[in-house]
């Protein structure tokens, strides 16, 4: 029994799923003729409240649009320095957009609105980048899954408002911090301009993620998604996979962040671990003590043992619980950690 703990998109479609894939009515989207895929977007646009959404080949997609949409060449973008975006998107704010970033130091993955307002260049300094747009990722994959605090992004609205900046949430993982917090799509679509979520992730879909925002901005994201070359055509067949899942799979997540805790505690009891995270969701971030034994070290020990895990540079390592991790391997999981 493989137990694979290196992202929760590593699941396979379940059998409920298949069938609806299999079953699904398609037609060419890059006509916007295909219904399963005009479904799912109706779907998401009224789920958050928002005018429109469009359906993408991945996050790092439907990001690079969002930030191709607010902004222009030269200018500047705001983000934590733990952020997706800026550090495993290929540099892609750069090449697509011609932006930079302006980082802030953050609480694991997360900002305050005062941070965010200290990271905005004088409008009429013109020797700065122009900032035009705010960018926040929920739950913060980079800062062990953690969940923002709504009050705060509700601040950073206000700044956005005041400062006329975009605001764009990437919540490739924004289902589990909803489960985890109890809110709403909806509260979520009154606050941002764009949002992205993803659907290959927890929700364990084979491929997919949206973009949700004003009508007008999904007709411009259309034409960058074109240039971008990510029109898929027959793709009913993954929004099939992806109805399935927002019907199926999005309130099973507090599983997979009840067993991340577990595997936490496990964790932390241990001598050789220095350090775990606080887990929020199904993202655990820790680290070894080298005097015991060097991360690579421990990664190869849960490799021998069939279980395979995820260095994340500066001796910290990730597990992360999703659909595809059974009770059956959480036990074992939890017993050989007791043992190693
Ligand atoms: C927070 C976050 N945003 C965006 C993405 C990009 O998604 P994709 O792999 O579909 O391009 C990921 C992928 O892991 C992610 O963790």
């Known amino acids: 029994?493989?137990?694979?703990?290196?992202?929760?998109?590593?699941?396979?479609?379940?059998?409920?799923?298949?069938?609806?894939?299999?079953?699904?009515?398609?037609?060419?989207?890059?006509?916007?003729?295909?219904p399963?895929?005009?479904?799912?977007?109706?779907?998401?646009?009224?789920?958050?409240?928002?005018?429109?959404?469009?359906?993408?080949?991945?996050?790092?997609?439907?990001?690079?649009?969002?930030?191709?949409?607010?902004?222009?060449p030269g200018e500047q973008l705001i983000c934590d320095k733990y952020a997706h975006i800026y550090n495993y998107e290929g540099g892609g704010v750069s090449f697509n957009s011609g932006?930079?970033?302006?980082?802030?130091?953050?609480?694991?993955g997360t900002m305050t609105a005062a941070q965010v307002v200290a990271s905005i260049n004088p409008p009429d300094f013109y020797h700065s980048p122009l900032t035009t747009l705010v960018c926040v990722e929920n739950t913060a994959n980079k800062g062990s899954g953690t969940c923002w605090d709504f009050q705060e992004l509700q601040k950073i609205k206000k700044v956005c408002d005041e400062h006329q900046l975009g605001y764009h949430l990437d919540g490739a993982r924004l289902w589990n911090a909803m489960v985890e917090k109890n809110e709403t799509a909806?509260?979520?679509?009154?606050?941002?301009?764009?949002?992205?979520?993803?659907?290959?992730?927890?929700?364990?879909?084979?491929?997919?993620?949206?973009?949700?925002?004003?009508?007008?901005?999904?007709?411009?994201?259309l034409r960058i998604r074109k240039i971008f070359g990510g029109g898929m055509?027959?793709?009913?067949?993954?929004?099939?996979?992806?109805?399935?899942?927002?019907?199926?799979?999005v309130d099973r997540l507090a599983e997979d962040h009840k067993k991340a805790k577990e595997i936490g505690k496990a964790?932390?009891?241990?001598?050789?671990?220095?350090?775990?995270?606080?887990?929020?969701?199904n993202i655990v971030i820790f680290e070894i003590d080298e005097s015991f034994m060097t991360s690579d070290q421990f990664v190869h020990t849960l490799k021998e043992k069939d279980i395979l895990i995820i260095g994340m540079g500066q001796g910290k390592l990730r597990m992360v619980t999703h659909l595809d991790y059974t009770d059956e391997m959480h036990e074992k999981l939890l017993k050989q950690l007791v043992a190693i």
């Open 1 to 34: 029994m493989l137990i694979n703990l290196i992202s929760d998109t590593v699941t396979k479609p379940t059998k409920g799923m298949l069938d609806a894939m299999m079953s699904a009515a398609v037609g060419d989207d890059v006509f916007k003729e295909d």
């Open 233 to 249: 055509r027959q793709s009913g067949f993954l929004a099939a996979a992806a109805i399935y899942a927002l019907d199926n799979h």
């Open 267 to 281: 964790l932390s009891v241990k001598s050789f671990i220095k350090k775990v995270e606080p887990i929020e969701t």
């Open 186 to 221: 909806l509260q979520y679509g009154q606050l941002f301009d764009t949002i992205s979520v993803c659907l290959s992730k927890g929700l364990g879909c084979p491929v997919g993620s949206l973009l949700i925002g004003t009508k007008e901005h999904m007709n411009k994201a």
């Open 36 to 72: 399963t895929v005009n479904a799912l977007e109706e779907k998401v646009a009224k789920l958050f409240g928002m005018e429109s959404a469009l359906f993408f080949p991945s996050g790092t997609m439907t990001n690079q649009t969002a930030i191709k949409l607010h902004t222009q």
């Open 99 to 108: 932006v930079s970033c302006r980082l802030v130091d953050g609480d694991r």
